[in-house]
């Protein structure tokens, strides 16, 4: 970016990773168009992205492997953070202004005036827009945005920390907050050594609860165990009885919740068995096409609450990345360039990533 007397000079193409149909590999563009400041609606702004993070749902995304289909073309991404650098005419009280620092989360756009925005559910407003989704993501140098609902970056932590804040961060941060534990109670997380479960694991360790970490490998063993200080581990590829080990480390009572970030519907399947009663299973990982199998008579007898929890709102956003912040959450990531997106792909769908994959532009 150039800047002249302090206006910064957009350029008119940049480099975009673009899926042209579901399924098909993606192609990395350098003359892909950049949104102009003058085509800006009022309340729109253009974010100059330093990095993004890369979530297993880009993936499901770029296969189409949901029951809705992302729309396409499509530039993916969802976890991005960089500087604004245009904002529409005409827009009015903007909470950001040109030169902040701020992040793209997975909801790109709700209108935060209807029933479900009121009640804080901007994920599930009718008029919502989902970055790397159905609008283009943060997949390419530069993102159009929306003032009010870009989240601003506090200080005290670099753009690639915080960028996977943005969507791992937020979703398994409100996940814990609904999963109706109290401190010292025992969360199991199927998954923890991705990118939402190993912050799931320092969430949960922030919020006070003891953690069973289940994973596959020695080096997402390392990572929950001895750098995330997970309380206990289980390799769900070695680990026949996942029920016993569970109940065993429990003192035979089982575990008061689970949120399970798996992307696999195996991690979902001994869930309400392994649940002490009244326990709390938070459905979040989203493996394409897969039933919920549990047994409705236990879930009854037990007083099990299953529960789904989709990514978060602005304040939980702020909340996530407030922490994060505070240095008591820390992202595991490795650094690649833009250019290396469908070799990320390949290792996500293999489960090879332990904690993320951050991209720089
Ligand atoms: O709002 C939401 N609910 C939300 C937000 C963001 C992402 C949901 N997601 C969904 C993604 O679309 C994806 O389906 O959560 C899932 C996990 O996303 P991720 O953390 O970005 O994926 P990852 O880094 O590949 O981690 C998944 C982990 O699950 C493990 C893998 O080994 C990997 O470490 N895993 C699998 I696959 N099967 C498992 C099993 N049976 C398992 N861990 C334990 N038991
Ligand atoms: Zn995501």
Not at 5 to 15: A, E, R, S
Not at 229 to 252: L, M, N, Y
Request: net charge positive.
């Amino acid at each position: 970016m150039c800047i002249v007397l302090g206006t910064p000079i957009i350029p008119k193409v940049q480099k975009a990773a673009v899926i042209a149909k579901t399924g098909e590999k993606v192609q990395i563009k350098d003359d892909h168009p950049v949104k102009q400041p003058d085509q800006l609606k009022p309340g729109e702004c253009l974010v100059r992205l330093h990095c993004t993070g890369v979530c297993h749902t880009d993936l499901h995304a770029a296969l189409g492997d949901w029951p809705i289909p992302p729309s396409v073309p499509l530039v993916g991404g969802h976890e991005g953070v960089g500087e604004v650098v245009a904002i529409g005419k005409n827009t009015m009280g903007s909470p950001v202004k040109v030169g902040d620092r701020v992040g793209i989360k997975w909801v790109a756009y709700s209108c935060l005036n209807c029933e479900q925005c009121r009640k804080g559910l901007e994920q599930n407003c009718a008029d919502v827009k989902l970055s790397g989704y159905t609008t283009d993501g943060t997949f390419q140098q530069y993102v159009q945005s929306w003032v009010n609902i870009v989240t601003p970056i506090p200080e005290g932590i670099s753009s690639e920390a915080a960028a996977s804040v943005l969507c791992a961060g937020v979703t398994v941060y409100r996940a814990l907050k609904r999963a109706g534990t109290v401190p010292n109670d025992w969360v199991v997380l199927p998954g923890a050594g991705g990118g939402l479960g190993h912050l799931a694991v320092q969430y949960a360790k922030f919020m006070g609860l003891r953690v069973i970490a289940i994973d596959g490998g020695e080096e997402k063993r390392r990572l929950c165990m001895d750098m995330l200080g997970a309380d206990a581990w289980i390799d769900f590829t070695e680990t026949k009885d996942i029920v016993s080990e569970v109940k065993r480390i429990t003192g035979g009572r089982g575990a008061n919740a689970a949120v399970i970030t798996a992307a696999s519907s195996g991690g979902y399947t001994q869930a309400v068995d392994y649940l002490r009663e009244g326990g709390t299973l938070m459905a979040v990982g989203l493996p394409a096409k897969a039933q919920l199998n549990a047994s409705i008579f236990f879930t009854v007898f037990k007083n099990i609450c299953i529960r789904g929890s989709y990514v978060g709102n602005r304040q939980d956003a702020i909340e996530a990345v407030n922490i994060a912040a505070s240095g008591r959450v820390k992202v595991h990531y490795t650094s690649k360039p833009l250019k290396e997106l469908e070799r990320v792909y390949e290792d996500l769908g293999k489960g090879k990533i332990a904690g993320r994959v951050v991209l720089t532009m």
